[in-house]
């Protein structure tokens, strides 16, 4: 099922953890309908603007997929599990995930935008969610430092 021109059902919900461990990671209808959101708002204008092609690498996560990464379920909004809220990660080949986030950061309404593990060019992913009342929250992560406020580099 096609969620946007780009972007389906199946793909936001494919996880090799889960294939590997035999969790289901299957969303209900409220999930989908979360998952449509973050397509549309997040994950199509990105396309778009980029005109390169790219599967994210994590977006929906059941309850028992987060449990197996060592994620609460019910702080993860990659569960979809409040009304409007979903999460993706993911990057644009080519493009510098400092990049991305500043082209999010100025063009797309987000509630939460994460620059992970970056160390330069396409290095890391970038982290974003959506939510009814979003903060535009910036952070940015990495293994030594933790969580930090703003797009450090």
Request: aromatic content about 8%.
């Amino acid at each position: 099922m096609n969620l946007t021109e780009n972007f389906s059902l199946l793909e936001l919900t494919k996880s090799q953890t889960a294939e590997r461990k035999g969790i289901p990671n299957k969303p209900d209808k409220l999930q989908e309908q979360n998952l449509k959101l973050i397509a549309e708002k997040i994950l199509q204008p990105v396309r778009d603007y980029y005109e390169i092609p790219f599967t994210p690498s994590s977006t929906f996560r059941s309850s028992e997929l987060c449990i197996a990464i060592g994620s609460d379920p019910m702080k993860s909004q990659h569960c979809c599990r409040e009304k409007d809220v979903a999460a993706v990660d993911f990057e644009v080949p080519g493009i510098p995930n400092i990049d991305l986030c500043h082209f999010i950061n100025e063009n797309l309404d987000f509630d939460q935008l994460i620059l992970e593990c970056y160390t330069g060019g396409n290095t890391g992913w970038v982290h974003c969610s959506i939510s009814p009342d979003p903060r535009k929250q910036l952070l940015t992560y990495d293994r030594a430092n933790g969580y930090r406020q703003g797009l450090i580099t």
